[in-house]
């Protein structure tokens, strides 16, 4: 799927991140991408993002669309041309805009659910949540603060911000193989939050994975930061 390359503004960006154990997660990523592992776990979480003035490139900022969406992110790694890459397949999307709903898939890449969006931010506190039209949700209530999460795999800040910015290629799934994007940003900064609570409907199914076997790691925060996706060529699936 070839788009223009689009243009806005990250209104607000919740990254809210888990540790899973490798062989669980494998079962739910096609080839050929496999499970990027930091120190030995597989990475996973949800994308709880505000887009603004979301327009092609080259058009003003007024004609913009604006809306809250949800991605459920797997970090992978993949070989291509003889060189290892590294970014995330998105299983799957939500959004609030009826539009990104309807040209989901075609227009953009990625089938997206329609979604009905809580949101509460005051005083550095933000409470974001959604359920979709499949009755997926998630829900998480956090605020700023200073310190990044004291028992993250991740250590410091400094190590989560740089394995966070190499997932800037996203891949989502099509009837044939997989459509891709590329997350450009003007300047990346992530800031820590502290999670008073979180819930996933996606990743607290027993079903699909294992009591135990996905634990929560750290939430991060992103505002204000002017970002252009770029398509890139679409990636054929491996069987």
């Known amino acids: 799927m070839k788009i223009p390359t689009i243009k806005g503004i990250i209104d607000r960006r919740i990254l809210i991140n888990y540790i899973v154990d490798p062989a669980v997660i494998a079962k739910h990523i096609p ?9 030995g776990k597989a990475i996973v979480g949800i994308c709880l993002i505000r887009l603004k003035q979301v327009r092609p490139k080259g058009f003003p900022g007024f ?20 060189e290892m890459k590294t970014g995330v397949y998105i299983p799957r999307r939500d959004s609030s805009s009826l539009f990104n709903h309807l040209v989901g898939g075609r227009v953009f890449p990625g089938k997206h659910y329609r979604a009905k969006f809580d949101v509460e931010e005051t005083n550095g506190h933000y409470k974001v949540a959604f359920h979709s039209s499949d009755k997926t949700s998630i829900a998480i209530h956090a605020q700023t603060t200073n ?20 997932g800037a290629l996203g891949y989502s ?13 003007k300047h990346w900064k992530v800031e ?10 996606f990743f607290e199914n027993a079903h699909h994975f294992p009591i135990g076997s996905v634990q929560f790691d ?18 054929a699936a491996c069987l």
């Open 31 to 39: 080839k050929p991408f496999k499970p990027q592992l930091y120190k």
């Open 63 to 82: 004609v913009g669309l604006s809306s809250e969406n949800g991605a459920h992110r797997i970090a992978v790694e993949w070989e291509e041309n003889g």
């Open 147 to 166: 310190s990044f999460h004291p028992t993250s795999i991740f250590e410091t800040l400094e190590n989560v911000s740089d394995f966070m910015k190499s």
């Open 173 to 185: 799934p099509k009837d044939k193989g997989f459509d891709g994007l590329l997350l450009k940003t």
């Open 192 to 201: 820590p939050l502290h999670v008073l609570s979180v819930s996933s409907s």
């Open 218 to 235: 750290n939430a991060l925060l992103m505002t204000g930061i002017e970002h252009e996706w770029d398509s890139v060529p679409d990636k």
